[in-house]
């Protein structure tokens, strides 16, 4: 099992910034992708990008392709998610997510483990 601790989140204006961070721990080594997804209310859960550990190949969503950027600290475990121009409609509860498949996975179905979220709020 992979515990994940997400932090970063809060209020920002339309247009601002913001950096979301999520710590690894536990059975780190059996985890290939990593993953951020969010969840607004009445809404299901969605993707939103993804990283690979060791090659660091990424995967966006088209809707923050562009503003958003994924990365990684492998000496950290750490992974990041630097979210530029926000929009109101950009307003979630962001998870981290990993999972022991490899490649573009965007499914929450093939994430085991996940953090407890981060809340993002952006006002217009």
């Known amino acids: 099992q992979v515990q994940l601790i997400e932090s970063g989140g809060g209020l920002v204006q339309a247009g601002g910034s913001l950096r979301l961070s999520c710590a690894a721990s536990g059975r780190t080594r059996s985890t290939y992708t990593m993953g951020w997804f969010r969840q607004a209310p009445g809404k299901e859960r969605e993707f939103v990008s993804n990283i690979n550990w060791s090659g660091g190949s990424t995967t966006y969503a088209a809707s923050v392709k562009g503003r958003f950027t994924i990365s990684r600290d492998n000496a950290k475990n750490t992974v990041y998610l630097q979210m530029n121009s926000l929009k109101p409609e950009d307003t979630a509860v962001y998870y981290c997510?990993?999972?022991?498949?490899?490649?573009?996975?965007?499914?929450?179905?093939?994430?085991?483990?996940w953090g407890q979220g981060t809340q993002v709020t952006v006002s217009s």
């Open positions: 997510a990993a999972s022991q498949f490899l490649g573009a996975v965007t499914s929450p179905a093939v994430y085991a483990d």
